[in-house]
Each structure stands twice: as C-alpha cells, then as structure tokens.
T-cell receptor
C-alpha cells in the first residue's frame, strides 16, 4: 500500500500564474481533504471532497478550487498566485464510514511563489 | 470557530529526559488527534482521544484528554533523538469526534532532543 501520494514534491511559480497539485488517496479511502501549512504554522483546512463534490470549505478565497475524480484522486488548483500562497500543501485521505478514524497525510507539495 | 493553543512553542531537551506538550482548546474537544511532523514533510498519526479522562500510550509516548475535555497533554518518557520533530494537536469539529479528514490544528510544538 503506497499510502497517500502527492505530486509534484516541489514547485516554483511566478506571481499571477496558476498551479495544479495532485493527490492519490490511500487504498480504500474515499474522502480527500486539502490543507495549507505556512512556515511555522499548523495546517489550515482548505476544503474536502467526497463523492466528487466539495463538501466542506475553510476560509480560503475562490482562487482555490478543486476536483475529485471517480477513482477518488483529487486536484487542488490555485489561480492568480500571490506571494502569500507560498506554503506546504498537504493532502489527507480518510474513509467516510462508520468506523472512520484518523486521516492519513501525504508528504506534501512545497509551493514557492516568486 | 474553535482554536487550539499549544505550549510550549518549542522545547529543547537532553536525551533521556521526560517532557510534556500541552494543547488547550477554546471549545469542548470531541475528538483530539496528535500528529508528528518532520520538518517540511507530511504528518504521522500518533493517537486519537475522544473521551474525557481517556489516556493512550504507544511506546514511550502517552496522551491524555482531561475530564473537562478542553485540554490534552502529550508526554514523552526518556526522550530519544528519534522523538525530535514538530508535534501537532488537531481537533474534530463534530460531536461524534470523528474527523472525516477535517481538523483544526494548533500551531505546533518544535521538539529538539540533544544526544
């Protein structure tokens, strides 16, 4: 079991550009959550996808959007990048069943906006 | 909205020493999750607590949720360099205590263990 995999691991973009980050959940998991972690801070919840729909959203602008595919993998898109978007982006997968327990996190994508 | 405050923000100890990290919530904790993170990497799940007074242990790490369910502590006994990293507490936002992947995190505690 490969666990949660994210790609790419590192990315450098220019202010104003658009970026797409990808996440493959752990086998058997159907829910994907995205987090932004700025340097020295705890992760901040961006949004969550289940059954190919956005189910919950944190306090992030519409520049942040996502998608979930039938195979449960997910993408995070950020438009009109700002310098402040530089952060570690984490994907977490979980199973939305009665016995749901902890979320499993990927290694993250380090985004640098210059 | 719920806020979690971790203390201390950073901790430097000598190998073999015991230490405690605290996580205090602005609201009742229904599900409290402890994770460990190596710098710049993903989060590794340590333990989940749901009941007031509940205590769980794994190897040399013990976590407890107080009776009033507004504070949790993580205790490491006889620390080792392998314990170094960032410790994060996260809270579920539903009364069932299950995160379904959505957590509110504290700011983290950076632990350094000198050999």
């Amino acid at each position: 079991d490969a666990g949660v995999t994210q790609s790419p691991t590192h990315l450098i973009k220019t202010r104003g550009q658009q970026v797409t980050l990808r996440c493959s959940p752990k086998s058997g998991h159907d829910t994907v959550s995205w987090y932004q972690q700025a340097l020295g801070q705890g992760p901040q919840f961006i949004f969550q996808y289940y059954e190919e729909e956005e189910r919950q959203r944190g306090n992030f602008p519409d520049r942040f959007s996502g998608h979930q595919f039938p195979n449960y993998s997910s993408e995070l898109n950020v438009n009109a990048l700002l310098l402040g978007d530089s952060a570690l982006y984490l994907c977490a997968s979980s199973f939305r069943g009665l016995m749901s327990t902890e979320a499993f996190f990927g290694q993250g994508t380090r985004l640098t906006v210059v | 909205s719920q806020e979690l405050e971790q203390s201390p923000q950073s901790l430097i100890v000598q190998e073999g020493k015991n230490l405690t990290i605290n996580c205090t919530s602005s609201k009742t904790l229904y599900g409290l999750y402890w994770y460990k993170q190596k710098y710049g990497e993903g989060l590794i799940f340590l333990m989940m607590l749901q009941k007031g007074g509940e205590e769980k242990s794994h190897e040399k790490i013990t976590a407890k949720l107080d009776e009033k369910k507004q504070q949790s502590s993580l205790h490491i006994t006889a620390s080792q360099p392998s314990h170094a990293g960032i410790y994060l507490c996260g809270a579920a936002d539903n009364a069932g205590g299950t995160s379904y992947g959505k957590l509110t995190f504290g700011q983290g505690t950076i632990l350094t263990v000198h050999p």
